[in-house]
Protein backbone atom coordinates (compact mmCIF):
# COMPACT_ATOMS: atom_id res chain seq x y z
CA UNK A 1 0.00 0.00 0.00
CA UNK A 2 2.62 2.34 0.75
CA UNK A 3 4.43 1.63 -2.23
CA UNK A 4 1.61 2.18 -4.30
CA UNK A 5 0.58 5.54 -2.82
CA UNK A 6 4.69 6.70 -3.14
CA UNK A 7 3.86 5.74 -7.36
CA UNK A 8 1.43 7.78 -7.49
CA UNK A 9 2.60 10.72 -5.51
CA UNK A 10 6.06 10.70 -7.09
CA UNK A 11 4.33 10.98 -10.79
CA UNK A 12 2.98 14.74 -9.97
CA UNK A 13 5.83 15.47 -8.34
CA UNK A 14 8.18 14.77 -10.96
CA UNK A 15 6.01 17.36 -13.12
CA UNK A 16 5.73 19.64 -10.80
CA UNK A 17 9.70 19.53 -10.60
CA UNK A 18 9.98 19.57 -14.61
CA UNK A 19 7.69 22.96 -14.58
CA UNK A 20 9.58 24.79 -11.39
CA UNK A 21 13.22 23.89 -12.61
CA UNK A 22 12.66 26.58 -15.69
CA UNK A 23 11.88 29.43 -13.30
CA UNK A 24 12.78 31.67 -15.82
CA UNK A 25 10.41 31.16 -18.04
CA UNK A 26 6.63 32.58 -17.71
CA UNK A 27 3.87 30.29 -17.42
CA UNK A 28 2.51 31.31 -20.74
CA UNK A 29 6.23 30.28 -22.29
CA UNK A 30 5.88 26.84 -20.39
CA UNK A 31 1.86 26.35 -21.65
CA UNK A 32 2.85 26.89 -25.15
CA UNK A 33 5.66 24.72 -25.61
CA UNK A 34 3.64 22.22 -23.78
CA UNK A 35 0.87 21.89 -26.99
CA UNK A 36 3.80 22.19 -29.26
CA UNK A 37 4.17 18.99 -31.57
CA UNK A 38 8.06 19.62 -32.33
CA UNK A 39 10.30 22.52 -30.62
CA UNK A 40 13.20 24.52 -32.27
CA UNK A 41 16.81 24.23 -31.71
CA UNK A 42 16.47 28.38 -30.39
CA UNK A 43 13.37 26.94 -27.91
CA UNK A 44 15.20 24.31 -26.48
CA UNK A 45 18.64 26.37 -26.35
CA UNK A 46 16.38 28.87 -24.67
CA UNK A 47 15.02 27.36 -21.85
CA UNK A 48 18.41 24.70 -21.46
CA UNK A 49 20.26 27.76 -20.89
CA UNK A 50 17.47 29.39 -18.21
CA UNK A 51 18.00 26.68 -16.35
CA UNK A 52 21.82 26.39 -16.47
CA UNK A 53 23.06 30.08 -16.09
CA UNK A 54 22.19 32.53 -13.82
CA UNK A 55 21.80 35.42 -15.82
CA UNK A 56 20.14 33.74 -18.91
CA UNK A 57 20.36 35.72 -22.62
CA UNK A 58 16.83 37.60 -22.82
CA UNK A 59 15.80 35.97 -26.21
CA UNK A 60 16.16 32.29 -27.80
CA UNK A 61 17.74 33.87 -30.78
CA UNK A 62 20.91 34.93 -28.40
CA UNK A 63 20.45 31.76 -26.36
CA UNK A 64 20.99 29.69 -29.10
CA UNK A 65 23.87 31.60 -30.24
CA UNK A 66 25.45 31.01 -27.17
CA UNK A 67 24.66 27.70 -26.70
CA UNK A 68 26.37 26.98 -30.70
CA UNK A 69 29.39 29.13 -29.24
CA UNK A 70 29.83 27.05 -26.02
CA UNK A 71 29.57 23.85 -28.61
CA UNK A 72 26.70 22.66 -26.97
CA UNK A 73 25.31 22.54 -30.38
CA UNK A 74 26.61 21.09 -33.47
CA UNK A 75 28.46 23.86 -35.93
CA UNK A 76 25.73 22.70 -38.58
CA UNK A 77 22.47 22.85 -36.69
CA UNK A 78 19.81 25.93 -37.65
CA UNK A 79 17.85 27.65 -34.96
CA UNK A 80 14.26 27.20 -36.94
CA UNK A 81 14.64 23.19 -36.86
CA UNK A 82 13.37 20.88 -34.93
CA UNK A 83 15.47 19.48 -32.56
CA UNK A 84 16.23 16.10 -32.92
CA UNK A 85 16.76 13.61 -29.85
CA UNK A 86 20.35 13.35 -30.28
CA UNK A 87 21.10 17.06 -30.49
CA UNK A 88 19.04 17.21 -27.55
CA UNK A 89 21.06 14.51 -25.67
CA UNK A 90 24.24 16.87 -27.06
CA UNK A 91 22.81 19.84 -25.74
CA UNK A 92 21.95 18.88 -22.19
CA UNK A 93 25.32 16.39 -21.60
CA UNK A 94 27.58 19.28 -22.34
CA UNK A 95 25.22 22.19 -20.82
CA UNK A 96 25.34 20.05 -17.12
CA UNK A 97 28.45 18.68 -17.81
CA UNK A 98 27.73 14.89 -17.77
CA UNK A 99 30.33 12.72 -17.93
CA UNK A 100 29.02 9.78 -20.15
CA UNK A 101 30.79 6.70 -20.86
CA UNK A 102 33.85 5.86 -22.59
CA UNK A 103 32.62 6.54 -26.30
CA UNK A 104 31.02 10.10 -25.41
CA UNK A 105 34.23 11.06 -23.59
CA UNK A 106 36.42 10.26 -26.26
CA UNK A 107 33.91 11.68 -29.67
CA UNK A 108 31.49 13.86 -27.77
CA UNK A 109 29.17 13.48 -30.53
CA UNK A 110 25.63 13.55 -30.86
CA UNK A 111 25.10 9.57 -31.33
CA UNK A 112 27.02 8.14 -28.30
CA UNK A 113 25.34 11.54 -26.35
CA UNK A 114 22.13 10.14 -27.46
CA UNK A 115 22.97 6.66 -25.97
CA UNK A 116 24.28 7.71 -22.61
CA UNK A 117 21.27 9.64 -21.98
CA UNK A 118 19.52 5.87 -23.04
CA UNK A 119 21.89 4.29 -20.88
CA UNK A 120 21.09 7.16 -17.87
CA UNK A 121 17.40 6.25 -17.94
CA UNK A 122 16.70 10.11 -19.28
CA UNK A 123 15.28 8.98 -22.34
CA UNK A 124 13.18 6.03 -23.00
CA UNK A 125 10.54 3.82 -24.98
CA UNK A 126 10.95 3.56 -28.74
CA UNK A 127 12.73 6.50 -29.66
CA UNK A 128 15.50 7.11 -31.78
CA UNK A 129 17.93 9.40 -32.12
CA UNK A 130 16.62 11.68 -35.54
CA UNK A 131 13.06 11.82 -33.87
CA UNK A 132 11.78 15.01 -33.43
CA UNK A 133 11.15 16.14 -29.53
CA UNK A 134 7.75 17.61 -28.10
CA UNK A 135 7.42 20.18 -25.85
CA UNK A 136 5.78 17.55 -23.87
CA UNK A 137 8.59 14.87 -24.11
CA UNK A 138 11.55 17.98 -24.28
CA UNK A 139 10.20 19.50 -20.07
CA UNK A 140 10.16 15.98 -18.90
CA UNK A 141 13.61 15.05 -19.99
CA UNK A 142 14.68 18.32 -18.93
CA UNK A 143 13.26 18.13 -15.56
CA UNK A 144 14.63 14.61 -14.86
CA UNK A 145 18.43 16.00 -16.04
CA UNK A 146 17.69 19.15 -13.98
CA UNK A 147 16.76 16.94 -10.95
CA UNK A 148 19.89 14.10 -11.06
CA UNK A 149 21.70 17.19 -10.88
CA UNK A 150 19.91 18.83 -7.43
CA UNK A 151 20.35 15.59 -5.93
CA UNK A 152 16.60 15.25 -6.32
CA UNK A 153 16.17 12.03 -7.16
Given at each position: ???IFCKFLFIPLTF??????????TAADIE???????????????F???TVLESPPA????????ARERGWLSAHTE????????????????SYGLKG???????????YAFREMRAMG?????????????GEQFLQILGSVSAEQDGEW
Amino acid sequence: MKSIFCKFLFIPLTFLLSVAVIHAQTAADIEALLGTESISCEQAAWFVIATVLESPPADSGAAFALARERGWLSAHTEGSSSITMSSLSLLLMKSYGLKGGMMYRITGNQRYAFREMRAMGFIDGRVYPNFTVSGEQFLQILGSVSAEQDGEW
